[in-house]
């Protein structure tokens, strides 16, 4: 039988309490928890504790208000900034009624009184806390994916009918604007360029409406067992007429044992032909791209995986295609709205800044994770990861 | 060569009309340009078309009902046909996959030169087919 191992950290500045606490927790043998064990980590100060959360993963923490520097319900409103996911359970000395409603206004899960908690409150305050925490935040995790899915419907509704009522008003100027361009047919430039331009800017909104359909027709995907290293070896054959015009050369390493993924194939592409496209165009002209794939444990501690939102935990298996160029990196201030819509660095050249928060949606939407970074040996990688078959 | 009959069946009236200018300007066209889908057929019939250019959303009715009354008709049952409109294509295949065939979808908006290009090469497969 798998035990679940539930690390507590007992932050008490009062050595002997701390102590006996974690004494109490370590020697419980009480049935109906027999099938946990727990792990107690101890911190004097509330700086510490902020320093072991912010490093290690804790699921649950036993808080004494009064610490050496801060006191009140200020210590737990600090903490609980700090780590608004973790539960706490409050501990402390005098027993006040005011304050206990307090701490649990604050988000605190529980409040003991200092010893006057024997064995068995205790065990039950700390795990029915973190069972509690557990079920709230499975609980927002559910109400935030309603939200969002009833927003994508909306968007869809506006989109379909923005769709049809933009495109037949500009499917009139086009044909107006043939009709002028041979009325005015001669030797006069300047006119036909005025006609092409205002052609080009037809074909423009076209490009918003139909990237507004994209991004909102993409509850209906058509999920297959998929081999993802297919899905790029197309992806790289449609843009390779591109960057053979531009010497860029495509080194690319698959890992042939890769597990298989299950994605709407077609959707995928997109996401692949969206960043190839993207490193392409952000590289001088001879530049170097790779594109990767391998699977991988996701790492505790690295930035993956502790979010809800990342559909990942620390340990699973990911299948991950990096895409990465020796181009300039991406500038920092810029880097946290590349996937917000309608955000570009390329209006001037079209850029609608619809296609990463596409390509976003559409990974969200297969429960994975795309992630673009500077890397350290320069230039900028792009890696989607996926989850894989069970 | 007697010019081709084309039939144009859209609830747009200023697109229509500028279609309809637009295709007889070039001169190898004769075009009828109606904005009612329940006047489809009817037109059909007094005007005897070589294409149909079509729009599937029609106030008064679904233009691909619209043209399944006329294919039903033995006398247009291979008469070319564009499908021109706003609609993702996705959303006009899913009712009436039948409708394929020698049936052309394509996207509004879009330039004559190109809607041309495809009026010609549906001509020429129907007269070879």
Redesign the interface.
Known sequence: MQKNIIHVMVVEDDRDEAELIGTLLTTAKIPEVSAEAFRVSYQTTLRGAMAEIAKEYVDVILLDLNLPDSGGLDTLIKLRGEAPSIPIVVLTGAYDRKLAIDVLHRGAQDYLIKGKSDHQLLLRSVRYSVERKRAEEELKRIQTQLIQAEKMKSVGRLA?GA??E???P???????I??LT?KFEGPDEKTKMIMQQM?DA??RA?YVVKGL?NFS?LKDLDMKVTNLDEVLKESIALVRHAMEKRQIGIVTDFDPHLPMVKIDRSRIQQVFVNLLTNAEESMPDGCQLTVKTYAKKVESGSSVGYRTEDHFVPGQLSVVAEISNTGPAIPEEILENIFDPFFTTKRERGGTGLGLSVAKSIVDQHKGLIRIYNREEGGVCAAVFLQPVD | MSKKKILVIDDEVNFSNLLKINLEDIGEYEVKAIYKGSEGYEAAREFCPDMIIIDVVLKDADGRDVLSLIKSDSQFQHVSVIILSAVPLKQILEKHPVLLGNTLILSKPITLAMLVEHIHQQLKKSENG
Do not use: E, P, T
């Open positions: 379909a769709a049809h933009v495109k037949n500009l499917a009139i100027i086009m044909m107006g043939d009709y041979r052609k037809v074909l076209d359909l027709s």
